[in-house]
């Protein structure tokens, strides 16, 4: 899922895994010729965190950011909508600037990533789990910086342990194995609650406080304290909820 640019021409995923421990060299900064250049021409996945700390960067809901700054695609491998970050007529992403990105503190989970990708290997083969790979666009100079890391100092660097964390059970539904096998196809109804679950937090905020929804599910009081008063809670609790509503794996059962 990981995808930040297409350009013409050659594939610029260089075909070796890396690990944790890998190492490669990378610096981005505006002394750079290329700065700002792998910000056009740009496809950007959002994850549900993603959704939530932009939304709140720019002061507005849940619901108007995605109405305002994305549109939905189907993937057919998960048969789950996501979104996509809508671009400008020319291709660039609407929140650089010419000082560079102008939400940087909090950008997309595949920007952190850039100049990695990470992949998930499906569990039927001999080897499962992540893996990542080095993106090496043509025009990026920042790999000739002396600047070294490894995969995991990156990671680090660029906080993607908590965005992994908090977007975990997320990664979990959309990487089941009963979608990805073609096991089952959400229906509508599965679909809106999937959208509402994982990206608009405002709606699911209203959804769980102001309609039937705790007097079907059994949530305990601590729980219940924690979501009114903790955005991110309330997102890790919507993709739990989630898990029961769409596979039947309840952490919260209905009463």
């Not at 995923?13 to 421990?21: A, G, K």
């Not at 709140?56 to 950011?65: D, H, K």
């Not at 609790?237 to 919260?252: D, Q, R, S």
Request: hydrophobic residues 35%; negative net charge.
């Amino acid at each position: 899922m990981e995808e930040t640019s297409k350009q013409p021409g050659k594939n610029p995923i260089e075909p070796v895994r890396m690990n944790p421990d890998s190492k490669f060299r990378f610096s981005c900064h505006e002394g750079l010729e290329c700065f700002r250049e792998c910000c056009g021409k740009i496809t950007i996945f959002l994850t549900p965190y993603d959704v939530l700390r932009i939304k709140n960067r720019l002061g507005i809901t849940s619901a108007e950011f995605l109405s305002l700054y994305t549109r939905i695609v189907d993937l057919k491998s998960t048969k789950l909508p996501f979104f996509l970050l809508n671009v400008t007529e020319d291709g660039k992403c609407p929140f650089v600037g010419e000082g560079g990105c102008n939400i940087y503190a909090d950008r997309p989970l595949v920007c952190r990533y850039y100049p990695i990708g990470l992949g998930v290997l499906k569990s039927t083969e001999e080897e499962s789990g992540d893996f990542y790979f080095r993106i090496k666009e043509p025009f990026c100079k920042g790999f000739e910086e002396d600047k070294e890391w490894t995969v995991r100092q990156w990671r680090e660097s660029q906080e993607i342990d908590r965005y992994d964390f908090i977007n975990k059970n997320w990664f979990e539904i959309v990487l089941n194995k009963k979608l990805l096998a073609g096991d089952m196809e959400p229906d509508e109804k599965s679909q809106r609650l999937y959208m509402l679950g994982s990206f608009d937090t405002d709606s699911f905020r209203n959804f769980v406080f102001e309609s039937r929804f705790l007097d079907l599910y059994d949530v305990d009081e601590v729980t219940i304290e924690m979501i009114k008063e903790d955005e991110v809670e309330l997102l890790k609790f919507a993709h739990k909820w989630l898990k029961g509503v769409l596979f039947g794996e309840y952490v919260y059962p209905r009463r």
